[in-house]
């Protein structure tokens, strides 16, 4: 099917639920939304969430949507979201629900379709122990190169993808410990077959109230043909995640020299911040400094600042953070040493970073009861193992990340 009367088809669909909306028995709430991008200029358009009513994001039938239009007429100036959820009652009980989930987007020069099937086991009341399984299925293609900043990191044939999640959550008195796996398989030839594993597990160590020692393993690898979109970065991650943002999703939300001169750097991946300035000047002139294996350590030791003790225990402090650290990373590709590009021209087996940071959080949900929060981090990579050039090995640099390294 055609992306554009995918667009009419959802619209369509939107019909009829709002019909049903009017009822007493469901609830459509809707709420303004504004964007912007360099190819669509300001995105205007309305969001829409819809649930029975009394059963706020956790009974049957519910629905998230959202329509926009591009004020600056690109070729495709109207793109859409759409998400359904049913739960399954055979499997469903308080906290453990399991659902069909039905996705379609086209938006930012991306189709998305996915149908999957998600399972969540919470044994009492703490949202912060439980497991989840996710096993889908989705067709993707890149269908408007226009939105990248990076063309050369995506190929637009159509992809297949079968993918299976797990996530195990784990807390205790003074710990908290988080496992996620995810397998990808492309199932379709005319992108070629291939497959994508990564391996995340996170650790956060509480010695008191005011120090903390957060832990993170990242590992990923990507069978030989895999799509520029699913490869690996030292210092980002899979460029499909990028989508999922509104921040990363199209070039001009963040202005683009930004990224070129390596101020800015996404969390994903193996998350060697140090070494975005390196990865950045390369992906600016053309280049790929990408690897189908990658394996990382990522560490944190946070220690109080007195902004962030003047917010604990104040209404503020509920929605707002400042948390300051010391961090380190190190890293390292297991592909062949020809394909391997570092800044001295080298090939060492692991390199590494550390510095200082501070990360602001907020979260704040809004008008239709989502959550909005946005991780910002001002970070100094004081050290590198392998500098650029003639750069020394310990030397002022900086950076703005958005979204947490390490985040619980």
């Known amino acids: 099917m055609d992306h554009r009367n995918l667009i009419f088809f959802i619209l369509l669909l939107l019909i009829p639920m709002g019909l049903k909306a009017q009822s007493d028995s469901y609830e459509l709430n809707f709420a303004p939304d504004a964007w912007y991008n360099s190819v669509d200029g300001v995105r205007l358009g309305i969001r829409m969430a819809g649930n029975m009513e009394g059963e706020f994001r956790s009974g049957p039938h519910r629905m998230e949507a959202g329509v926009w239009l591009g004020t600056a007429l690109p070729e495709d100036p109207v793109s859409y979201y759409f998400s359904f959820t049913e739960p399954i009652p055979s499997i469903t009980s308080f906290a453990n629900e399991g659902n069909v989930q039905l996705i379609s987007t086209v938006r930012t020069g991306y189709s998305y379709h996915q149908i999957s099937f998600n399972k969540r086991w919470q044994p009492g009341f703490d949202e912060l122990k439980f497991k989840e399984l996710s096993l889908g299925f989705s067709q993707e293609r890149m269908i408007d190169l226009v939105y990248r900043p990076y063309p050369q990191l995506w190929q637009n044939d159509w992809k297949s993808m079968v993918n299976l999640d797990l996530w ?3 807390k205790w008195e003074k710990q908290k410990f988080d496992l996620q796996l995810t397998l990808l398989q492309n199932v379709n030839e005319a992108s070629n077959y291939f497959t994508v594993g990564t391996l995340e597990v996170t650790e956060q160590i509480f010695f ?11 590992g990923g690898y990507v069978t030989d043909n895999g799509a520029p979109e699913y490869l690996f970065g030292y210092s980002f991650g899979l460029p499909m995640e990028w989508l999922n943002s509104g921040i990363s999703r199209a070039k001009g939300t963040l202005k683009e020299t930004w990224l070129s001169d390596g101020l800015i750097s996404f969390a994903s991946g193996p998350n060697l911040r140090g070494y975005t300035r390196h990865d950045f000047e390369i992906l600016s002139a053309g280049g790929t400094p990408q690897y189908n294996s990658i394996a990382s ?36 590709t297991f592909d062949k040493e020809e394909t391997i590009t570092l800044p001295m021209g080298e090939n060492p087996i692991w390199i590494a970073d550390a510095g200082v940071g501070l990360q602001f959080s907020i979260n704040i949900p809004d008008y239709l009861g989502k959550d909005r929060g946005v991780a910002i981090r001002y970070e100094i990579p004081l050290w590198l193992s392998e500098p650029m050039g003639t750069e020394k090995h310990f030397k002022f640099r900086n950076l703005i990340g958005i979204g947490a390294v390490i985040s619980f």
């Open 208 to 218: 008191n109230d005011l120090f903390k020692l957060r832990l993170r393993g990242f």
């Open 168 to 170: 195990i959550s784990e």
């Open 297 to 332: 350590i990522n560490t944190e030791f946070e220690f109080p600042n007195f902004i962030n003790k003047k917010l604990d225990g104040t209404i503020v402090g509920d929605f707002i953070e400042l948390r300051s650290y010391l961090f380190g990373d190190v890293g390292r």
